[in-house]
């Protein structure tokens, strides 16, 4: 049988961690332009759009979405997770797979469209959009296959020029759609631009075509793995409905759309962690017959983004409640809480993620599920009661404990499968401890000096913040942060090519 052409080798960690670093650098290109790209759209949103509209997009958005995750069922993972190249007809197999699911989560959306609309009490104009939103899952069904083939490969600076090209034009066509007070439809035309673009992008790049013929007995044998990875997928896009569906009921569309703005907001630094965590599925699926290998590679990861949220996160929660009201408008002062929290969770969520990212790639794709199903109960469970009783102001605090939870559980299984990660638990949260703990003094100064006046509040507790650091590091010698810092600035830095 016809094989895919492909570059890496199981047994050369060498190669995979080259070509790993490489896709890390690109796509820290690609993604501090998208950082840029956010925050221009934010800005000029911000001053277009209101709380109801960012909800009533939330609340479709979510809907569709489960359909997304259900039109991959995992088989491309797969893929990319075995350990030799895959033939045509695999290939194919899984892309006319994915086809037929995509049918059946779009028409099921669509017949299903006027009971959610009465169940989430939205607008008769909701029902359209769900229509459109559901039929643009084919723009990523049909990508998915060609852009499993360049991932396998670790081909990402191809795949940083064609995510680049479909976020410039994302941003650009939602800023004109608001602009011509299309309210939640600019948020929904922007989505449905993106796709089309990125789907030309990814067909033009990828070396990939439907070859082959399909066969139900490669369904049967990938369907093992990935439908457990699929919905390890699945049941978080489940466990963020809580936002839409307890917040929406409860205290209506405009609160929805406060949490939805916050968790945009202070979701900006994942899109670094990003970077990382995607490249370090395929490249951790190549390295897990070297459990020493693994285990240097995930502890270097974790102990560089550790250091670096450590710091940058802190930094968010100290000055947005002076930067939101002045960038933002007063509009979107309630949602304050609920950035600084959610900052928080970030760091916490960027080393979750390469857990998860481990556990899948050596293969326990079903003990992460379990965790994950656990973790979305006691999402779905403490939500309601902390809305119910306490309103936004207990949403922030509640969901950043249970994702620490979730952690500490993840190293926890982490090192008891892997023998070359004996000291995961550890790089896990050092930096964390100590970079919350510096915050907790922060704020704490700033409130004793300045209670009552929040410019002045926030300048001290930003001054003490760096000045904690500066000592914790002139005392260990810079073993703390600016270490790991360092080590990742190196990473970054550009390779000279040898003649």
């Not at 840029?36 to 509209?53: C, M, N």
């Not at 017949?111 to 459109?132: C, F, K």
């Not at 959610?342 to 556990?359: D, K």
Request: glycine share 8%.
């Amino acid at each position: 049988m016809a094989v895919l052409e492909t570059n890496i080798q199981p047994s050369s960690p060498a190669l995979v961690k080259a070509r790993a670093v490489s896709g890390i650098k690109i796509l820290t290109m690609r993604t501090l332009i998208s950082i840029v790209l956010r925050i221009i759209s934010s800005l000029v949103l911000a001053h277009l759009l209101f709380p109801r509209d960012y909800g009533l997009f939330a609340v479709v958005s979510y809907i569709t979405g489960l359909g997304m995750f259900l039109c991959d069922v995992g088989l491309s993972s797969a893929l990319v997770r075995q350990s030799h190249a895959p033939t045509k007809d695999e290939s194919v197999t899984v892309f006319w797979c994915q086809q037929i699911f995509t049918t059946l989560a779009s028409a099921t959306i669509i017949l299903s469209a006027p009971w959610m609309v009465h169940l989430y009490g939205l607008s008769s104009a909701a029902h359209l959009l769900i229509v459109s939103m559901s039929l643009g899952l084919f723009f990523s069904s049909l990508r998915i296959v060609p852009m499993m083939a360049l991932e396998r490969d670790l081909q990402f600076p191809t795949i940083a020029r064609c995510e680049l090209t479909e976020n410039v034009v994302q941003t650009i066509s939602t800023i004109a759609l608001a602009s011509l007070h299309w309210g939640a439809w600019a948020l929904v035309g922007g989505c449905l631009l993106r796709g089309v673009v990125g789907l030309i992008c990814v067909w033009a790049a990828s070396p990939w075509r439907p070859e082959g013929k399909f066969q139900f007995a490669i369904v049967k044998r990938l369907a093992a793995f990935g439908f457990a990875f699929q919905l390890n997928a699945i049941v978080p896009s489940l466990v963020s409905g809580w936002a839409p569906m307890i917040v929406g009921r409860i205290l209506g569309v405009a609160a929805v759309g406060l949490v939805g703005w916050a968790t945009n907001i202070a979701s900006v630094p994942l899109m670094l962690s990003g970077i990382i965590n995607r490249v370090a599925f395929p490249s951790y699926s190549r390295l897990q017959a070297d459990p020493e290998a693994l285990g240097r590679y995930l502890g270097s990861s974790i102990r560089r983004l550790g250091a670096l949220f450590s710091l940058l996160c802190p930094l968010v929660v100290i000055a947005c409640p002076v930067l939101i009201p002045l960038l933002f408008r007063a509009r979107w002062a309630p949602a304050i809480p609920l950035v600084q929290w959610f900052s928080l969770e970030c760091a916490v969520l960027t080393i979750t993620g390469l857990l998860a990212s481990t556990q899948n790639a050596t293969g326990l794709a079903g003990e992460r599920l379990a965790v994950t199903i656990g973790v979305g109960a006691m999402r779905w469970s403490v939500a309601y009661i902390v809305v119910r009783h306490f309103g936004l102001v207990g949403i922030g605090p509640s969901m950043f404990m249970i994702s620490l939870s979730e952690m500490g559980l993840s190293s926890y299984l982490v090192r008891r499968r892997n023998s070359g990660c004996k000291r995961v638990t550890r790089e896990v949260f050092e930096p964390i401890v100590i970079g919350g703990g510096l915050l907790a003094v922060s704020l704490a100064g700033g409130w004793a000096v300045a209670s009552g006046h929040l410019l002045l509040q926030t300048t001290v507790s930003l001054f003490l913040f760096l000045l904690s650091v500066s000592l914790l590091e002139a005392f260990t010698r810079g073993r703390v942060f600016l270490k790991e810092i360092h080590a990742l600035t190196m990473m970054m830095r550009p390779t000279e090519q040898k003649a």
